[in-house]
Antibody, heavy 117, light 111 residues
Framework: QVQLVESGGGVVQPGGSLRLSCAAS????????MHWVRQVPGKGLEWVAF????????DYVDSMKGRVTISRDNSKNTLYLQMNSLRPEDTAVYYC???????????WGQGTLVTVS | QTVVTQEPSLTVSPGETVTLTCASS?????????PNWFQQKPGQAPRALIY???NKRTWTPARFSGSLLGGKAALTLSGVQPEDEADYYC???????????FGGGTKLTVL
């Protein structure tokens, strides 16, 4: 079965950096695009970033452009999100999600909490 | 920047039918926005329900259906069950530099 397990969250000071990871299993990782989505505690979902299966095409939410980089290592079945110049408003649970085709997201991880304080 | 709007909250009784909607500040939502719907219960990750307007995931209960209604994307729950109490989010594909945008979510209460 599809499993997505995020890691790398924690407490970081404003202006700091953090790299999140998402370990994927149960599907052919190298043939699917992947997304990051975040959720401020008690608030709604916000799409953050997307990377195509081959890793060469990426998209980002405007509020994080220039501060985040999505990447992947298909040999390790792992997705990453490098976050720099973090702000208190970036405090959120960060989820990775598998692209389901036809501009959809199907499977989600359980999320990792990032606290900027 | 495009804003996607959902009803903040709805209350329904068990067995009733309820429709949640998803509107775009750009205008009419069409199939070209490939609407997705997700369910999220407290303390859990979101779960995909509907994609490409009306297609169900293999795990989506039959009482959930997606459509376009009055220029918006819609999620209809027919015969609501107590376990359907949750937050529901729509997601629209807009293309361009920021391709995907979530709606603000609808908190569905089953009383």
């Amino acid at each position: 079965q599809v499993q997505l397990v995020e890691s790398g969250g924690g407490v970081v000071q404003p202006g700091g950096s953090l790299r999140l990871s998402c370990a994927a299993s149960g599907f052919t990782f190298s043939t699917y695009g992947m997304h990051w989505v975040r959720q401020v505690p008690g608030k709604g979902l916000e799409w953050v970033a997307f990377i195509r299966y081959e890793g060469r095409t990426t998209d980002y939410v405007d509020s994080m452009k220039g501060r985040v980089t999505i990447s992947r290592d298909n040999s390790k079945n792992t997705l990453y999100l490098q976050m720099n110049s973090l702000r208190p408003e970036d405090t959120a649970v960060y989820y990775c999600a598998k692209d389901g085709g036809t501009y959809s997201l199907d499977y989600w991880g359980q999320g990792t909490l990032v606290t900027v304080s | 920047q495009t804003v996607v709007t959902q009803e903040p909250s709805l209350t329904v009784s068990p067995g009733e039918t309820v429709t949640l909607t998803c509107a775009s500040s750009t205008g009419t939502v069409t199939t070209g926005y490939y609407p997705n719907w997700f369910q999220q219960k407290p303390g859990q990750a979101p779960r995909a329900l509907i994609y490409n307007t009306s297609n169900k995931r293999t795990w989506t209960p039959a009482r959930f259906s997606g459509s376009l209604l009055g220029g918006k994307a819609a999620l209809t729950l027919s015969g609501v069950q107590p376990e359907d109490e949750a937050d529901y989010y729509c997601l629209l594909y807009l293309g361009g530099a920021q391709p995907w945008v979530f709606g603000g979510g609808t908190k569905l209460t089953v009383l």
